[in-house]
């Protein structure tokens, strides 16, 4: 709510009183009351709800229904001023149904919008969420957009209460867009660049907080708003606390603490001292650390701020602890839970008395520990009730705002013609459900003879597919092959060429290229037809897989090279229990594939290393990857997926379903771990061998 100032004080009431004396009707003495009560809500509320009742009083007398719902209002607000927050509800509660009624939208956002930040107060985040997306609806309504960032900030706030941070992050964005959309000031957008921030700081991604409260601070800079500077600053100390940069949180915390010792604001100066104190605890340097923890914790008594104080004695004893001190700790660590019990931080004092727990049971003192330990559990109990209540209400209160917004939006679209139609297709439907009826036990004979045709024609449509893409391989890829092998070849016919050795070396290298991709072609559809029909066996024996990966990598550090790829290998020596010709096929496989589809410039990465009982191959590169859909079509025949080779290379989309049954062959198993944009990593696993010089296979 925004704050209302008097410019006037209780020594002009005898002016009022004359005034009210004066006037012509009750109407114009409404009129009085309400504005004096109105410039006294905020400084003198007791004054305010005085003049407020007379108001009502003379308003329900006459049935003013504007006068009752601005009186009621201002009732509210000085209820609120006053720290009287279950009546300040009730009485805006009234309040907004008039305003509501009379079609007052302006007041109605108004009172919304206070109303939300009293049930926040008192920890009723459903009726704060739901006067919060009442006060969005009117806007919307009304084209009105001042208040729109503040309404989705304060949503988000709610969500970011109760652990609902996908939500919250939906709702800061939005209230960015909004002010970067309207022009809003610079300090304005740097607040919730601040607020996104601290989202992404819970969800652990430090490095994407980072670059949001950078932004942030770049602005603020420039601005002149101090104590959001400070705060700022403080973040960012946090961030490279939690990301282990000490050195960058010392850093930025020494410039807080700096900022803050000129300007005077005693809050900061102690927040900045307990972070470098953290930090310090963190570097194990704990003389240090406890140094500035005692000096923080004697500025927050000083400033009565009891949560922080419970805080810094918490960080005071883990120092102790951390550095064999236990009795300390404890002593710390219980006026820490006294704190936190007064305070009612029931998370943070079920955290300390477990802490405190594992310190008597260190200590030898078990029974103890044990009540102690007891104890954080009913209190750990008691919050995960709470908050799953106040989850429960949130998410409530959010289905019934989606299914209102549901029904408006049917309800706009209903017309005459629309009820119409509805009742006649409800005539048709009840004449459709008496002929369903008869025929029910038609369907029930008939059901099984259908699926056993649908399954039949499944399995016909399938091998009608794959002869379809075999015909479609065999006629493109060999007829595309055919023809380069033709093209050269009557280019080598010709007596100029034949008389220059490099053009003639150059096309016999195509030709041999050519000739290759036809050979591995026609063997991909042999190893298809010989696995369908069960006919590949594998000769399982102890083979050198470090000797087959190295050669690996020397054949492709050309093709590699020739596309700017960095191919990098990592190889153990490795015996696995495999067929040396098979396991040199897959390997192959999906090396050729990481180069084909990396970009130049990309990275091609290779290991091999035993795993346990077992031989992993992987092959990662920085290629486009692999879409949800990708994956699940990805070990299975003529599948092309959304990927292309980069370098114009063929491909028969049968590769990996070849390599797949080949390793399930050998006893092994092959998978991938690939997001779409970023890259692939493909992971085989074959049985290993014990090393032999006789009767091991390169």
Not at 12 to 19: C, E, H, N, R
Not at 378 to 397: F, G, H, N, P, Y
Request: net charge negative.
């Amino acid at each position: 709510m925004e704050a209302l100032t008097s410019d006037r004080d209780s020594a002009v009431d005898p002016t009022l009183a004359s005034l009210l004396e004066r006037a012509p009707d009750d109407a114009t003495r409404i009129e009085l009351l309400i504005a004096r009560a109105r410039q006294l809500q905020s400084q003198h509320p007791q004054q305010a709800i005085a003049y407020a009742h007379r108001a009502l009083e003379l308003a329900e007398q006459h049935s003013f229904a504007k006068a009752i719902a601005e009186s009621k209002a201002v009732l509210g607000y000085a209820a609120a001023a006053n720290a009287e927050f279950e009546r300040a509800v009730e009485q805006l509660e009234d309040a907004l149904t008039s305003y509501s009624q009379l079609g007052n939208r302006d007041d109605a956002i108004h009172v919304a919008y206070t109303l939300a930040g009293l049930y926040f107060k008192i920890s009723r985040f459903d009726k704060a969420l739901l006067h919060l997306h009442n006060a969005l609806s009117l806007c919307e309504q009304s084209n009105i957009v001042q208040p729109l960032a503040a309404i989705h900030s304060n949503i988000a706030s709610i969500y970011q209460e109760l652990g609902q941070l996908d939500l919250a992050l939906e709702h800061y964005l939005k209230a960015l867009d909004i002010k970067e959309q309207h022009g809003k000031a610079r300090v304005s957008i740097a607040v919730t660049v601040n607020n996104i921030a601290s989202v992404y700081y819970r969800l652990g991604h430090f490095e994407t907080a980072l670059d949001y409260t950078q932004q942030a601070l770049s602005w603020l800079e420039h601005e002149g708003q101090e104590q959001e500077l400070l705060a700022t600053l403080e973040n960012m100390g946090r961030i490279y606390l939690a990301m282990q940069r000490y050195d960058d949180a010392l850093e930025y915390l020494s410039k807080a603490l700096s900022r803050a010792y000129r300007t005077g604001a005693e809050y900061n100066i102690a927040m900045a001292i307990f972070l470098i104190g953290k930090v310090h605890r963190a570097r194990e340097d704990y003389a240090t650390a406890l140094s500035y923890l005692a000096m923080a914790l004697a500025l927050f008594r000083k400033l009565n701020a009891q949560s922080e104080v419970s805080y810094v004695l918490a960080s005071i004893a883990e120092c102790y602890r951390l550095h064999n001190a236990p009795r300390r700790a404890l002593r710390y660590y219980k006026q820490a839970i006294e704190l936190a019990r007064q305070t009612q931080a029931t998370l943070q004092e079920a955290e300390l008395t477990e802490n405190v727990s594992q310190i008597l049971e260190q200590l030898g003192h078990y029974q103890t520990a044990l009540t102690f330990f007891r104890r954080s559990t009913e209190l750990r109990r008691r919050v995960l009730t709470e908050d799953a209540q106040k989850l429960i209400s949130v998410m409530e209160t959010r289905h019934k705002i989606q299914q209102e917004a549901r029904e408006k939006e049917i309800y706009r679209l209903r017309s005459v013609e629309l009820a119409n139609a509805l009742s006649e297709l409800q005539e048709k439907t009840a004449a459709l459900q008496s002929a369903y009826e008869e025929l029910e036990q038609q369907q029930a004979i008939t059901a099984q003879i259908n699926t056993q045709l649908q399954q039949a024609n499944e399995r016909l449509a399938a091998l009608d597919r794959e002869r379809g893409e075999l015909l479609s391989i065999v006629t493109h890829d060999l007829k595309n092959l055919v023809a380069s092998i033709k093209i050269s070849a009557e280019t080598l016919r010709h007596p100029k060429v034949v008389s220059k050795l490099d053009q003639v070396q150059k096309l016999a290298s195509r030709i041999l290229e050519v000739t290759d991709n036809m050979q591995h072609l026609i063997t991909s559809l042999l190893d298809v037809s010989a696995l369908e029909a069960g006919k590949l066996s594998v000769q399982l024996q102890p083979v050198a897989a470090h000797a087959i990966a190295s050669k690996l990598v020397e054949r492709y550090q050309p093709h590699a090279i020739a596309k700017s790829i960095t191919l990098l290998a990592s190889l153990d020596q490795c015996w696995a229990l495999a067929d040396p010709v098979r396991l040199d096929e897959v390997f192959d496989n999906l090396l050729s594939n990481a180069i084909k589809y990396t970009p130049p410039g990309g990275e091609v990465r290779i290991l091999l290393g035993q795993r346990g009982s077992a031989v992993r191959f992987v092959v990662s590169d920085t290629g486009p990857g692999f879409t949800e859909e990708d994956k699940q079509r990805l070990f299975t025949k003529f599948q092309w997926l959304s990927a292309r080779p980069t370098g114009g290379e063929s491909s028969t989309g049968l590769g990996l379903a070849i390599a797949k049954r080949l390793v399930e062959l050998m006893n092994g198993r092959i998978w991938l771990e690939s997001s779409s944009g970023e890259g692939a990593i493909f992971y085989v696993e074959v049985p290993s061998a014990e090393q032999s010089a006789s009767d091991t296979v390169a």
